[in-house]
């Protein structure tokens, strides 16, 4: 018990610095673009909200906690969860930040078809997401 107590905290610890400066981020980001550039961007279409969506997440790159948050403030802000959706898929899961690395360590091949992949699915399950809530 003592050791997943352990655990547990030296895991907030090392996330802590990581959700402090997304907050931080964002409160920055909340005042400096108006509330009207995000539905301006993003216009409720749903052929390219997914598609920028996507984009926007694949260049960005991060984890899963930092995602969900910016997610929030999306969707606060009248972004379609089509589009949120999309973002946070490949937000998690394309990393064009990173494929020089995953290259070197994987292969070339293999990283750019594994985001060329990542990147298509995270619109394809976007639209099956927000087809199946019915948006």
Do not use: H
């Not at 070197?104 to 750019?112: D, E, P, S, V």
């Not at 078809?113 to 948006?135: K, Q």
Request: charged share 10%; proline share 4%; no cysteine.
């Amino acid at each position: 018990m003592k050791d997943a107590f352990l655990k547990t905290l030296n895991s907030f610890k090392q996330f802590f610095p990581i959700i402090f400066g997304v907050i931080f981020l964002l409160g920055f980001v909340i005042v400096a673009i108006p509330q009207t550039f995000y539905s301006t961007v993003f216009s409720g279409n749903r052929f390219t909200d997914p598609l920028l969506g996507a984009l926007i997440g694949s260049v960005s790159g991060g984890n899963p906690i930092t995602s969900y948050i910016l997610g929030d403030e999306f969707l606060k802000q009248g972004v379609s969860l089509l589009a949120v959706t999309a973002f946070i898929l490949a937000w998690v899961t394309v990393g064009v930040i990173q494929l020089p690395a995953e290259s070197l360590m994987l292969g070339k091949r293999f990283a750019i078809i594994r985001n060329v992949v990542s990147f298509f699915m995270a619109i394809i399950i976007a639209v099956l997401i927000a087809a199946s809530i019915d948006i």
